[in-house]
């Protein structure tokens, strides 16, 4: 095999696949290196998202949500099971079947655009040269005019409560508990705490999630978060805000934690602790001293805003760079850059990256809050619609929540979309086509949406910015 490619890309998570792909779709010979070993130790390409994130992570929300419904909330349409019971070893083995058909998907999608994996950690050299080492220490040097870091990210470790895989654990740990730990502790009110949290919560685990910061969701809209603190609450996650962590024991009887609050120092023992107080980019041993390309204070590859790292042919994208740490941002960054190095016009728009929290309900948001739009003293308006008033969410019994539309007081070009119900992950898509075409809050509500389907309540939302939503007071 020749050693000499077009692009190199290192890292085959969602940004980096996603860019050996467009890159081999234009012409280019392509290798990709990835380290990521499955559960089997073979290759698993896709990085955190198809093997240890997104993907498993929705499998188990999933389950769960039938789990829940099935216990919870199938009385009201008259439907009753005795003695509804979970099978832990199932509900991870459908994960795991579902990881291993994605990530095996990437390998043939790798085959059919004549993508070259490597299977082993990539380090660039200087001169645009990458050394691959294999598991067993076999190294070998494959080079080309342009690389790809993607390097991606792994989760903080916090110095008093180490990972041990077992009892501490990061988010591969609580994808994978044996049985519902009878007490969880989550360090973290993030996006993963709050998912894997409601995972656990909804088989019959006592969640406690202690969070450091006062508020609750601090980047989502606050109307939103409100509800959503209020839901949550509902359903028996207990959210401890304002709390710091101190320290955590592992003890024969569990992991004993001391954090303090406004009353002081707590005490609490748990049957598993998760660490999810975010992710930092994952850039260890990946650049030889010599390569020019520079690090930030946080270990981000620094990037111009092309994804170009300043050193001749190397770019860099996804959670290894700045920006929000989403696969589909990464996925995008890689598809431009792949179009910037064949000589194409690349894209993407930060203005418009959506949001989701896969919660239930869920969240959903894209462009800029009310708090943002007043602290940069932009002048806007608003118009909300709640699900309660939907006649599809109210036949699915999920009438919970309200979607927000925010349009600028003088042109009506919208600024930002807020939701929080069901079905938004899809719900926020429309939002954000609009806002990529600069539509206005006019453009929504004069488009024809069917009924009866929960987009209405963005049509009525939308609507409502101009008082004029139809099936509510104005
Ligand atoms: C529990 C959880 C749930 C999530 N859910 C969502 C979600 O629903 N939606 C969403 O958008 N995002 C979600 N995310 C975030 C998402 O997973 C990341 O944003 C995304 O995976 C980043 O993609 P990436 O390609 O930049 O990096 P990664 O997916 O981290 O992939 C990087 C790859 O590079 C490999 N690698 C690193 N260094 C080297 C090296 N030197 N040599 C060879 N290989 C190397 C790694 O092993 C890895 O395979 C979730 C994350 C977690 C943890």
């Avoid at 994996?117 to 342009?146: H, M, R, W």
């Avoid at 954090?259 to 650049?287: N, S």
């Amino acid at each position: 095999m020749s050693d000499k490619f077009d692009v190199i890309v290192i890292g085959a998570g969602p940004a980096g696949y996603v860019a050996a792909i467009r890159a081999a779709q234009l012409g280019l010979k392509v290798a990709c290196v990835d380290a990521f070993a499955g559960k089997d130790g073979k290759q698993a390409l896709g990085g955190t998202c198809l093997n240890v994130g997104c993907i498993p992570s929705k499998a188990l929300l999933d389950s769960s949500r039938q789990f829940y419904n099935l216990t919870h909330n199938f009385d009201a349409h008259g439907i009753s099971a005795d003695n509804a019971k979970i099978d832990i070893p199932t509900f991870v083995a459908r994960k795991d079947k579902i990881v291993k058909q994605f990530t095996g998907g990437v390998a043939q999608l790798f085959k059919a655009n004549k993508v070259t994996p490597f299977f082993g950690k990539g380090k660039l050299l200087k001169g645009n040269q990458v050394e691959v080492t294999a598991a067993d220490g076999a190294k070998q040097t494959i080079s080309a005019a342009n690389v790809i870091l993607a390097s991606g990210s792994v989760p903080i470790e916090l110095p008093f409560a180490r990972f041990d895989g077992k009892t501490i654990v990061d988010n591969a740990g609580a994808l994978d508990f044996a049985a519902v730990p009878k007490r969880l502790a989550i360090i973290g009110a993030g996006v993963i705490g709050l998912e894997l949290g409601s995972v656990w919560k909804r088989l019959g685990a006592e969640v406690i999630i202690i969070e450091a910061l006062p508020d609750f969701l601090g980047s989502a809209d606050a109307d939103i978060a409100k509800v959503a603190q209020r839901e949550f609450k509902k359903q028996g996650l207990d959210i401890k805000l304002g709390a710091k962590l101190g320290k955590a024991e592992v003890k024969k009887d569990g992991v004993h934690l001391v954090y303090t609050d406004k009353d002081g120092e707590q005490q609490l023992v748990v049957d598993k602790l998760l660490v999810a107080v975010g992710r930092r980019a994952y850039t260890d041993g990946l650049l030889a001293d010599d390569t020019g390309v520079k690090l930030d204070e946080r270990h981000r590859i620094v990037v111009d805003e092309h994804n170009h790292t300043g050193v001749d042919g190397v770019w860099a994208i996804g959670d290894a760079v700045r920006g929000p740490m989403l696969a589909h941002k990464g996925s995008e960054e890689g598809i431009a850059v792949a179009e910037w190095i064949a000589g194409k016009a690349g894209h993407v728009n930060f203005d418009t990256i959506p949001y989701v929290i896969y919660t239930e309900p869920e969240l959903a948001w894209a462009g800029k809050t009310e708090q943002q739009l007043t602290e940069e003293g932009v002048p806007y308006k608003t118009g909300s619609f709640p699900f309660a008033a939907n006649g599809r969410a109210v036949a699915m019994n999920e009438a919970v929540g309200q979607v927000k539309v925010i349009a600028h007081a003088e042109t009506d070009r919208i600024l930002g979309v807020h939701m929080i119900g069901p079905g938004v992950s899809e719900l926020i898509a429309e939002c954000v086509v609009a806002m990529e075409f600069k539509g206005s809050a006019e453009d929504l509500a004069r488009i024809v949406h069917a009924h009866p389907t929960l987009s209405e309540t963005v049509h009525e939302a939308a609507l409502s910015v101009d008082k004029r939503a139809i099936h509510k007071g104005n």
